[in-house]
């Protein structure tokens, strides 16, 4: 087969779909949130005191009362039907990390032939799907199939459309008959709560008024990459796990640095001016995109907002980015390491804390060296991740991100926080007993009278830190591409709720012994960042010297794989904090590392297997088939010099197949961590010395006789 002509089939493959075709004023006027049941388009539905009740529940976070539901059902069906919608579904989130749903039509048989549309309080409420059926972590056996959705009323129900009609999609948490969650919105729904109860407290010893509410907001940065469907299924390793598995380094990748926000090619830039119109249909705020790094590869942002919506959110701009490509003869790939040897992919997290009033608690200010109440809080965030360094690396913990995390602009696996120069400042002239500010932020002067001076920001960025304060936030930066945001939320919000909780009781109780408040929190802040500083460093997070310095002096955790973290979750520490604050018992904290565990098997064997079908099926014998090319060529030296090369590199790969399908065929044990464990010891090097033979063999095979797609025409093609 002719790869050449793939090329340039590759390149003419899309169609222009112009029916996304909308002006500005339509997308702030009209598009924007069209397809979202929010409260304000509720109002307009609802009797007052139906309204009055919903609206406790939202803002105030009052119990929901069940009376209401079948009048908001009716209303709920009302606006779906008027925007097209047959059917309905629970939208909800199974430890898959992706999403489910089941669809029911509203329409009902009446008898005599004639059918009604209904929809009842008791179906928006409660559905009942299969719990057996998605992973459980030994929750629910086969034979216990019973599992609940539940309504969650604080992210709103929505519209998702395609070619031939709607569907009206309720966000639903998703628990067992047992009582026990299978869902990440579950335990995400308890940690805000966790954090409110922990934070308000501290708020009103800082004079926050009563009825102040606490809650966390989440913008995530989403990167990926595209690539034309005609290379995709021609790839089954693409196909089979989401990032190649073979391919040798092209004279060409990212060293010129010229795709990084460079002008976005007109494909590219028709497929997300399409996704993104469909992102404000869903009131998702998307605010930025822009070419990333690595050639093919792209990133689109949304501004932040509540924790809860910003997660659901996330998921629908996943689907949507992959649903839309196809329509423009592309696949987007999630995955966080698709392509070896540049740029992978992540999810930055930005976060913070916020209360129902619209105050960001880690908001500065103009002078942050006396804004005690920021202090207060930024040194919890401190204490937090010193803390908690195990569950935050857990929170992104999977095969796919081992790839990924530790170089090519991904932080390492060793956490630390990034301050930048003036916060830092602050901290050690506190901790030092010398107050005041050092270093001014000042003007950036650019040379020129041409040109503006600029406002110095008070730090620089760090793009190897893997938890960075940037201005008002913090950015956790380790999350994988493709998986939901809600599980590093949850442990976000859970271990700043538990910093917070005990600064608050400390903070009282130099209170209550007589101490004013600001000589109480600066004695607080200073003992804080004494005890918690080894985890601030503004440095190189990928140097020799940082690892050597994070790990002996200052002993942090250096939890390389993921199944050096995963062992981490159920530990004592980690059981009584989840327990103490309700987000997880034991039975659930042990199921999410059983699923874990089950993941990172399931994953790296699905990968080890398809490198062996490859390298088998495909590769060998395209080398075979070279080789007796060759060897009919003649008898000339340089016939016979390619000849050696490339029987050399098949009988390597040869050998290393053997050893593959032998690892493959072991199981390493009987018990999931053992399975696991296996694949990571010993299915990992067997299949990187795989990959290494076929990279040899792909740079020496003639390219008519290489039967993949190479990473000079996946990249390059847009």
Request: glycine share 8%; charged share 20%.
């Amino acid at each position: 087969m002719n790869h050449d002509f793939d090329v340039i089939s590759a390149a003419r493959n899309w169609r222009t779909d112009a029916s996304q075709d909308a002006t500005p004023h339509q997308i702030v006027s009209d598009i924007f949130a069209s397809d979202v049941l929010g409260l304000e388009q509720l109002k307009t539905r609802l009797s007052k005191p139906v309204h009055k009740s919903l609206q406790a529940t939202l803002e105030r976070g009052e119990t929901l009362d069940p009376g209401i539901a079948d009048t908001v059902a009716l209303a709920m069906k009302t606006w779906a039907m008027e925007k097209g919608a047959t059917h309905y579904t629970h939208w909800f989130h199974p430890l898959t990390g992706s999403t489910a749903e089941k669809h029911d039509s509203f329409v009902t048989p009446a008898g005599d032939g004639q059918a009604i549309a209904t929809f009842s309080g008791k179906e928006l409420i409660q559905a009942e799907p299969d719990a057996s059926s998605f992973p459980s972590g030994g929750l629910r056996a086969t034979f216990e199939a019973r599992g609940y959705t539940a309504w969650d009323a604080s992210s709103p129900a929505f519209i998702m459309r395609h070619a031939n009609g709607a569907t009206l999609c309720i966000p639903t948490a998703f628990a067992s008959w047992t009582g026990e969650a299978l869902d990440t919105k579950t335990p995400l729904l308890r940690s805000v709560e966790a954090l409110n109860t922990a934070v308000t407290p501290a708020l009103h010893l800082f004079g926050a008024s009563e009825g102040t509410r606490v809650g966390s907001s989440l913008g995530a940065e989403q990167e990926y990459f595209l690539i034309a469907e005609e290379y995709f299924y021609r790839r089954p390793d693409l196909v089979m796990t989401g990032r190649t598995l073979f391919g040798a380094q092209p004279p060409r990748g990212q060293e010129l640095e010229d795709h990084y926000f460079g002008a976005i090619p007109d494909r590219v830039l028709t497929f997300m001016t399409d996704a993104e119109t469909q992102m404000y249909a869903l009131g998702i705020p998307v605010k930025t995109r822009h070419n990333e790094v690595a050639p093919g590869q792209f990133e689109i942002a949304p501004i932040y907002e509540d924790s809860n919506i910003a997660a659901d959110h996330q998921q629908l701009i996943m689907q949507i980015l992959r649903n839309t490509a196809r329509k423009y003869g592309l696949v987007a790939l999630l995955h966080e390491k698709p392509f070896a040897g540049i740029n992978g992919s992540g999810k930055h997290c930005n976060w913070s804390m916020s209360t129902n009033k619209g105050e960001n608690l880690l908001e500065p200010g103009d002078t942050p060296h006396e804004n005690m109440q920021f202090l207060f809080f930024c040194s919890a965030v401190i204490k937090a991740v010193d803390d908690h360094q195990d569950l935050l690396r857990i929170s992104v913990a999977s095969a796919s991100n081992d790839h990924r995390l530790g170089a090519n602009e991904a932080p390492p696996a060793i956490l630390s926080i990034f301050l930048g120069s003036e916060l830092t400042d602050i901290f050690e002239r506190i901790e030092s007993g010398q107050g005041g500010r050092g270093t001014a932020a000042g003007l950036l002067g650019l040379g020129t009278s041409v040109l503006p001076p600029l406002p110095r920001h008070a730090g620089d960025r760090n793009r190897t830190s893997p938890f960075a304060f940037t201005g008002n936030k913090f950015e956790f930066r380790a999350a994988g591409s493709s998986q939901s945001i809600s599980f590093p939320i949850t442990v976000l919000n859970l271990i700043v709720a538990d910093a917070v909780s005990q600064l608050t009781a400390e903070l009282q109780r130099k209170l209550d012994g007589g101490a004013d408040l600001n000589t109480a929190v600066a004695e607080l802040v200073r003992s804080t960042y004494q005890a918690h500083k080894r985890i601030v460093f503004n440095g190189d997070g990928y140097s020799d010297a940082w690892h050597q310095e994070a790990e002996h002096t200052r002993g942090l955790l250096n939890l390389r794989t993921s199944l050096d973290a995963i062992e981490h979750l159920s530990s004592p520490k980690n059981a009584a904090l989840f327990q103490k604050f309700r987000v997880l018992d034991d039975r659930e904290l042990a199921a999410r590392q059983e699923i874990m565990y089950d993941i990172y098997f399931k994953t790296v064997n699905i990968e080890g297997e398809t490198t062996e079908y490859m390298a088998r099926t495909m590769i060998l014998p395209s080398a075979v088939k070279y080789l007796g090319d060759l060897h009919a060529a003649g008898d000339s030296r340089a016939v016979m010099g390619i000849e050696s090369e490339v029987s050399g590199a098949a009988d390597e790969l040869y050998d290393a197949i053997q050893t593959l399908s032998a690892q493959n065929a072991a199981s390493g044990g009987d018990e999931v961590h053992e399975k696991a464990h296996h694949m990571r010891d010993h299915v990992l090097p067997a299949m990187l010395s795989v990959r290494q033979a076929a990279d040899k063999l792909e740079k020496v095979v003639a390219e008519q006789h290489w039967p993949l797609p190479t990473y000079r025409q996946m990249l390059f093609v847009k």
